[in-house]
């Protein structure tokens, strides 16, 4: 295939999805100069493994190369942040109220902080699987598949983060509302 | 079901992930049960929250020009020297041939383009004017073999009716619209939240495979195949919606 056409034929395949790679990194960095870094290296990696995708769906393929280029941005710039520890409180030895982290208790102080703040303060293993299952949609297999984690480990990271941002103060009016709603 | 299965199901439900069953199942103990019942609600709540509240960042215009002023320096892994045989073009013996051909070929391919993005055009129009209207379904039915003699016994053709709902694609039903000024089959199916309209007419020799677009926020994919030409048109992912309307088109075992 001719260079030109090639590259034709990426910018129509994947360039569409920038969107959503720009969207993940921007999450998962939490910063816009370091989302920009991680998406150009990862567009950049995309096209040179261009022809692995073999017609499998763009963007979960796109959405995987983004992750892995975040967490070795992370291991290099960030290391402090990665926390391999969080699924351990998943395993249910401790009640939710007890494994509050830091992060968590500043949280709950911060009675006017906004939901996107809330999403940026949660752990980062627990925030991307919330991001590609509420903002992209995509299904606990494609999730399974991109974090490389089976799917049942999907569901109860998923509902942690959900329980987490639920208990944060600022969803305390949701809440009360929803279950009034019904009772 | 009781509670404590409920709570487990709960979230899969909400995600769209349960199968039939289930969701029946799940369905009828929420009717009697006022705390699973909050607790879907809740997970509603939060997903709808999250949807107004929190931005979708799109990616920056300089960053997409950067990227792609970046691609012809990057080497494709496992390129080959493709691109080395139509160096000849630029020999000058040929370049007055080749800037005819070109023109030519521009010529066409602007032509082309108008006549697909005023088909893709009118199928959008089909697909908004049908959801407003309420006019989505005339035969409604989850059964290809209901949907399939409706339609043949309104056209003069016989579109192949397939259930995708392995893939996640239920079949709602089905209905007639015109696009071209011709009448076609359209199919409708559902996809998680989103609504899918598939306009399926017999293949002609001026049938062209056409990349997949967007108008007006609505994906159109295209593709041609079992004899028919089939363009889908929905909100949900354009890549969802390409690999569905090939497995449409194409007939393959399942």
Redesign the interface.
């Given at each position: 295939?001719?260079?030109?056409e090639?590259?034709v034929r990426?910018?129509?395949v994947v360039?569409?999805?920038?969107?959503a790679?720009?969207?993940l990194a921007?999450?998962l960095t939490r910063d816009?100069h370091d989302?920009?870094d991680v998406?150009?290296e990862a567009?950049?990696r995309a096209?040179?493994?261009?022809?692995a995708l073999r017609g499998a769906?763009?963007?979960p393929w796109l959405l995987t190369i983004v992750r892995r280029s975040f967490y070795e941005w992370l291991t290099a710039n960030r290391p402090a942040e990665i926390d391999r520890n969080f699924d351990q409180d998943l395993l249910g030895s401790q009640a939710d109220r007890t494994t509050v982290g830091p992060e968590q208790v500043a949280l709950r102080r911060a009675e006017n902080a906004?939901?996107?703040e809330a999403?940026a303060a949660l752990p980062v293993g627990f925030r991307e699987v919330l991001i590609l299952?509420?903002?992209e949609?995509l299904?606990?297999k494609e999730i399974a598949h991109i974090v490389d984690i089976p799917i049942g480990t999907v569901?109860s990271r998923?509902?942690r983060a959900?329980g987490l941002?639920?208990k944060s103060p600022l969803?305390e009016s949701?809440?009360g509302?929803?279950?009034g709603?019904?009772? | 079901m009781n509670c404590h299965e409920a709570t487990a199901l709960t979230a899969a439900y909400h995600d769209g992930e349960l199968g039939p069953a289930q969701s029946l199942a799940l369905e009828q103990h929420l009717v009697g049960c006022a705390d699973c019942a909050a607790r879907r609600a809740e997970l509603d709540a939060l997903h709808s929250r999250l949807r107004k509240e929190t931005p979708y960042h799109a990616a920056p215009g300089a960053l997409r020009e950067r990227i792609i002023a970046m691609l012809p320096v990057v080497a494709p892994s496992g390129a080959g020297s493709g691109g080395q045989r139509w160096r000849w073009l630029s020999a000058g013996a040929f370049a007055g041939a080749a800037a005819t051909v070109f023109a030519w070929v521009l010529g066409t391919a602007l032509l082309e383009s108008r006549d697909v993005d005023a088909l893709a055009a009118e199928a959008v129009s089909d697909h908004v004017r049908a959801t407003l209207g309420k006019r989505q379904i005339e035969v409604a039915s989850s059964d290809q073999h209901t949907v399939k003699p409706w339609l043949s016994s309104q056209l003069d053709f016989s579109p192949p009716v397939k259930d995708q709902a392995a893939d996640g694609f239920t079949l709602l039903g089905a209905r007639l619209d015109y696009l071209d000024r011709h009448p076609v089959a359209t199919l409708v199916y559902r996809y998680r939240q989103h609504g899918v309209d598939v306009f399926v007419r017999p293949a002609t020799r001026a049938s062209r495979p056409t990349p997949p677009t967007t108008v007006r926020g609505f994906n159109v994919s295209h593709a041609i195949g079992t004899g028919m030409e089939w363009w889908a048109v929905s909100d949900a992912s354009p890549d969802v919606l390409a690999a569905f309307v090939e497995r449409l088109a194409h007939d393959d075992a399942r």
């Open positions: 295939m001719p260079d030109d090639f590259r990426f910018e129509r360039m569409p999805h920038l969107d790679a720009y969207n921007r999450w816009a989302a920009e998406v150009q567009m950049l096209y040179r493994y261009f022809r769906s763009a963007r906004t939901l996107a999403i299952r509420e903002l949609e299904s606990y569901m998923l509902a959900r941002l639920q969803l949701v809440r509302s929803a279950a709603g019904e009772r | -």
